[in-house]
């Protein structure tokens, strides 16, 4: 079983940037997929960033220019770039790995952006 564990979340103002990491416990190299996900209160769990193992990305609209998804397969680790921080990016942010056909969560990072 795949543990995946994110870190640096924290709060941050208006403006600012953080930079998230999922670090796995297998390898990266072997996903189809590992993505970054967001869930805020009263709100459903979204797509922010995914990143294939042919290292396409997607991204969701609303972070678009702002926000980086890359992977680093010799740390097995995926990272989420986060520019220009909004308060409606406040959400607890999930990193997410999907291998065949099974798929792993992470236990969550909080990130609170003030106004």
């Known amino acids: 079983q795949v543990q995946l564990v994110e870190s640096g979340g924290g709060l941050v103002q208006a403006g600012g940037s953080l930079r998230l990491s999922c670090a796995s416990s297998g390898s990266i190299f072997s996903f189809n997929a590992m993505g970054w996900y967001r869930q805020a209160p009263g709100k459903q769990r979204e797509l922010v960033a995914s990143?294939?193992?042919?290292?396409?990305?997607n991204y969701a609209d609303s972070v678009k220019g702002r926000f980086t998804i890359s992977r680093d397969n010799a740390k097995n680790t995926v990272y989420l770039q986060m520019n220009s921080l909004k308060p409606e990016d406040t959400a607890v942010y999930y990193c997410?790995?999907?291998?065949?056909?099974?798929?792993?969560w992470g236990q969550g990072t909080q990130v609170t952006v003030s106004s």
């Open positions: 997410n790995a999907k291998y065949g056909v099974l798929s792993a």
């Open positions: 990143v294939t193992s042919g290292g396409n990305t």
